[in-house]
């Protein structure tokens, strides 16, 4: 029975990163091209992706690129050139949120659905796999049997599920309060986040339940722990989020992944890596140094009480002292041995529960060992402006120079396990040599060359030494796993001669590996055309073109609405619909209620109200499902602003003056 390969699929802001991201272990790089990306800030030019591809493809891995937003009628043909430039860049795949490309004429390049299109049931996945998905990855909201039914559905496709970095509110794909509040669309990769702002929540009689707080952010993802069972459900591919991300998060959480997931296949016998090479750091990778607002593991296992960073969005950082002295120009701090640097961060919560943070200037060791911390101070500030800095508070570091520095050198090698074997040969009737370089997988690299050959005058040490210098791979991506001599006796052969021989066979492995390189093939869909599970779409099916919108129509839809995006849903909406609960969280959920001796019957599913500002948003609350509605209407500016620009879109009713 073949052996599962697991994949590992880092993100890349840039090519830089992405280079990196394969070099500390990635099977495959999710990046943005040129354009319609989901993160329009990460965007990169073709040559980039390119360079990418080319370095990937050495190790086997693969390069997927974003063609992930929703696109308006006039971006359809723009977006169609772009997905051929970037098949002859060298991408794998493209990762595709918008129907309407699925009617256009694209080059022959696997197409994997986006988290923006929302699987959460197999019927939907059913679907994307027989209209011609090969690998989707799935709503970060589902459990472990959920994803296993899923996985029965679809034989055919590759699931993928986000194993790391942070968890957007909404189910993506189903959020516009961005869009609603500020005109950016999260769809169109320019999302506010407006999920981690501080809210006043408020309920039926105008109460106040909690003041100030970012009800709506969330912890990071963190299932590292969960491994195993994701791959017992049907996950093959373990995406990292970030393609925002700094190098050194990069490096850090890929490389933390990477030795999760090879200990995972050391275990098992019925799986394989995706790519070819071993990673070796010069670090320990170590996720909670990177950004993050702590961690949680969602609903994998089911519906858990401590998935919110209410307190701040921000990034608290890792535990490092107690301060021992305020003074009046610096502090002093207990770090147990740790040494702080020029530089570093350090963070403390205040009496009201907000993070606080500063940076250091100056930090200089006293001889109790205890740290003595100037902190850089902006123009004008006192140390009596550093709230609720005192005496025996516990002070965190969320930047360590340190640990920058060290992930800002080159930290990691990959290198791919090969065989040598040093043969005696006949060149044109003359004596030679013969270097056979062969990976894991049967690519050979041969190399000849004639040379007199002579006689050792001591066989024991010129053996060692052939094998010395047939074994010197290191300014390649190979190293040597077994050194074979197949000669008659030891012979003394010139170190150049070797070298030569090395270089030589190496170049003919890498062309067999290029050579022998398969593109992923393109699936094909099902005929007739499979039929969409609904037979009525409303806006939260983001149809923004009318090649959707005829997408839909050929797979049996009848009613196809408009996306937000179209403003025709102007009213109140759902701006939001998200699995975490905010009645749950603050323990006034009926469920949490039930046989409660007391309690049971007096709380009630009522809306509650979120205030930030001047705006005010419902949250409604739908049981059987155990889901959350945030519902809300677009502000006026935001209509008047976007009905000025000349857009040309899908819309199911004729356009109409915005006041």
């Given at each position: 029975?073949?052996?599962?390969?697991?994949?590992?699929?880092?993100?890349?802001?840039?090519?830089?990163?992405?280079?990196?991201?394969?070099?500390?272990?990635?099977?495959?790089?999710?990046?943005?091209?040129?354009?319609?990306?989901?993160?329009?800030?990460?965007?990169?030019?073709?040559?980039?992706?390119?360079?990418?591809?080319?370095?990937?493809?050495?190790?086997?891995?693969?390069?997927?690129?974003?063609?992930?937003?929703?696109?308006?009628?006039?971006?359809?043909?723009?977006?169609?050139?772009?997905?051929?430039?970037?098949?002859?860049?060298?991408?794998?795949?493209?990762?595709?949120?918008?129907?309407?490309?699925?009617?256009?004429?694209?080059?022959?390049?696997?197409?994997?659905?986006?988290?923006?299109?929302?699987?959460?049931?197999?019927?939907?996945?059913?679907?994307?796999?027989?209209?011609?998905?090969?690998?989707?990855?799935?709503?970060?909201?589902?459990?472990?049997?959920?994803?296993?039914?899923?996985?029965?559905?679809?034989?055919?496709?590759?699931?993928?599920?986000?194993?790391?970095?942070?968890?957007?509110?909404?189910?993506?794909?189903?959020?516009?309060?961005?869009?609603?509040?500020?005109?950016?669309?999260?769809?169109?990769?320019?999302?506010?986040?407006?999920?981690?702002?501080?809210?006043?929540?408020?309920?039926?009689?105008?109460?106040?339940?909690?003041?100030?707080?970012?009800?709506?952010?969330?912890?990071?993802?963190?299932?590292?722990?969960?491994?195993?069972?994701?791959?017992?459900?049907?996950?093959?591919?373990?995406?990292?989020?970030?393609?925002?991300?700094?190098?050194?998060?990069?490096?850090?959480?890929?490389?933390?992944?990477?030795?999760?997931?090879?200990?995972?296949?050391?275990?098992?016998?019925?799986?394989?890596?995706?790519?070819?090479?071993?990673?070796?750091?010069?670090?320990?990778?170590?996720?909670?140094?990177?950004?993050?607002?702590?961690?949680?593991?969602?609903?994998?296992?089911?519906r858990r009480d401590d998935i919110g960073a209410f307190d701040s969005p921000k990034h608290a950082g890792l535990p490092l002292g107690r301060v021992t002295r305020v003074g009046a120009d610096d502090f002093e701090i207990d770090t147990a041995g740790a040494a702080v640097h020029n530089g570093d961060a350090l963070t403390w919560?205040?009496?009201?529960?907000e993070l606080q943070g500063i940076p250091v200037n100056t930090a200089t060791k006293g001889a109790d060992g205890r740290w003595r911390i100037a902190p850089n101070l902006r123009a004008g500030q006192t140390m009596a402006d550093l709230k609720d800095l005192r005496r025996d508070l516990e002070i965190g570091r969320n930047r360590?120079?340190?640990?920058?520095?060290?992930?800002?050198?080159?930290?990691?090698?990959?290198?791919?396990?090969?065989?040598?074997?040093?043969?005696?040969?006949?060149?044109?009737?003359?004596?030679?040599?013969?270097?056979?370089?062969?990976?894991?997988?049967?690519?050979?690299?041969?190399?000849?060359?004639?040379?007199?050959?002579?006689?050792?005058?001591?066989?024991?040490?010129?053996?060692?030494?052939?094998?010395?210098?047939?074994?010197?791979?290191?300014?390649?991506?190979?190293?040597?796993?077994?050194?074979?001599?197949?000669?008659?006796?030891?012979?003394?052969?010139?170190?150049?001669?070797?070298?030569?021989?090395?270089?030589?066979?190496?170049?003919?492995?890498?062309?067999?590996?290029?050579?022998?390189?398969?593109?992923?093939?393109?699936?094909?869909?099902?005929?007739?055309?499979?039929?969409?599970?609904?037979?009525?779409?409303?806006?939260?099916?983001?149809?923004?073109?009318?090649?959707?919108?005829?997408?839909?129509?050929?797979?049996?839809?009848?009613?196809?609405?408009?996306?937000?995006?179209?403003?025709?849903?102007?009213?109140e909406v759902s701006l939001m619909i998200t699995k975490h609960c905010v009645r749950w969280s603050l323990s006034l959920c009926p469920k949490q209620a039930k046989g409660v001796i007391g309690v049971q019957g007096q709380v009630r599913a009522e809306p509650l109200t979120l205030q930030q500002g001047d705006d005010r948003l419902?949250?409604?609350?739908?049981?059987?499902?155990?889901?959350?509605?945030?519902?809300?209407?677009?502000?006026?500016?935001?209509?008047?602003?976007?009905?000025?620009?000349?857009?040309?879109?899908?819309?199911?009713?004729?356009?109409?003056?915005?006041?």
């Open positions: 029975m073949p052996r599962a390969a697991l994949e590992l699929l880092a993100p890349a802001r840039d090519a830089g990163i992405g280079i990196e991201a394969v070099n500390h272990g990635a099977d495959a790089v999710y990046i943005g091209g040129p354009g319609f990306g989901a993160r329009d800030k990460a965007a990169n030019d073709l040559a980039d992706i390119e360079r990418l591809a080319r370095h990937a493809h050495r190790y086997g891995a693969r390069i997927f690129v974003t063609l992930n937003t929703i696109l308006r009628d006039d971006e359809l043909e723009p977006a169609r050139r772009l997905a051929w430039q970037l098949h002859a860049a060298g991408a794998d795949a493209l990762i595709v949120q918008d129907m309407g490309l699925l009617e256009l004429e694209l080059p022959p390049i696997q197409l994997h659905a986006s988290t923006q299109t929302d699987i959460r049931g197999a019927a939907k996945a059913r679907f994307l796999q027989d209209v011609g998905f090969s690998q989707m990855v799935l709503a970060r909201e589902l459990d472990l049997t959920q994803i296993g039914a899923i996985a029965a559905a679809v034989p055919r496709a590759t699931l993928e599920f986000f194993v790391h970095g942070a968890l957007c509110v909404a189910y993506s794909g189903q959020c516009f309060i961005s869009h609603a509040h500020t005109g950016r669309s999260a769809n169109r990769g320019n999302c506010s986040q407006e999920c981690r702002l501080p809210y006043t929540v408020t309920d039926g009689q105008g109460r106040i339940v909690a003041h100030d707080k970012h009800v709506l952010s969330l912890k990071d993802n963190d299932q590292s722990a969960n491994l195993e069972a994701l791959v017992d459900a049907g996950i093959r591919s373990f995406k990292i989020e970030g393609r925002y991300k700094d190098l050194a998060t990069v490096k850090n959480v890929t490389a933390h992944y990477r030795r999760l997931v090879d200990a995972l296949i050391e275990r098992r016998s019925d799986l394989q890596p995706a790519s070819d090479g071993r990673c070796r750091t010069t670090f320990v990778p170590d996720p909670g140094r990177a950004y993050n607002r702590g961690g949680t593991d969602y609903f994998v296992h089911g919560w205040d009496r009201q529960g360590d120079m340190a640990w920058e520095q060290l992930l800002a050198r080159p930290s990691a090698e990959r290198r791919i396990a090969v065989d040598l074997t040093l043969a005696q040969t006949r060149i044109d009737d003359a004596d030679g040599l013969e270097l056979t370089l062969k990976d894991a997988a049967g690519h050979r690299g041969v190399a000849r060359v004639a040379q007199v050959l002579e006689p050792a005058r001591d066989a024991t040490r010129a053996e060692a030494a052939l094998q010395e210098h047939l074994g010197k791979l290191g300014a390649t991506i190979f190293e040597p796993r077994r050194i074979r001599l197949a000669l008659r006796q030891p012979w003394f052969v010139p170190p150049s001669v070797l070298a030569a021989l090395r270089r030589e066979a190496v170049a003919a492995l890498e062309a067999a590996r290029a050579a022998a390189f398969e593109p992923l093939p393109r699936a094909q869909p099902v005929e007739p055309p499979a039929p969409y599970p609904e037979d009525t779409l409303s806006y939260l099916a983001n149809v923004y073109n009318g090649r959707a919108a005829a997408f839909y129509a050929r797979h049996g839809v009848r009613l196809v609405e408009a996306a937000y995006e179209s403003h025709e849903a102007l009213g419902t949250l409604r609350f739908d049981c059987k499902p155990c889901e959350m509605h945030v519902v809300g209407a677009m502000r006026r500016n935001v209509l008047r602003q976007l009905a000025a620009e000349p857009l040309t879109f899908y819309r199911t009713r004729p356009a109409r003056r915005q006041a």
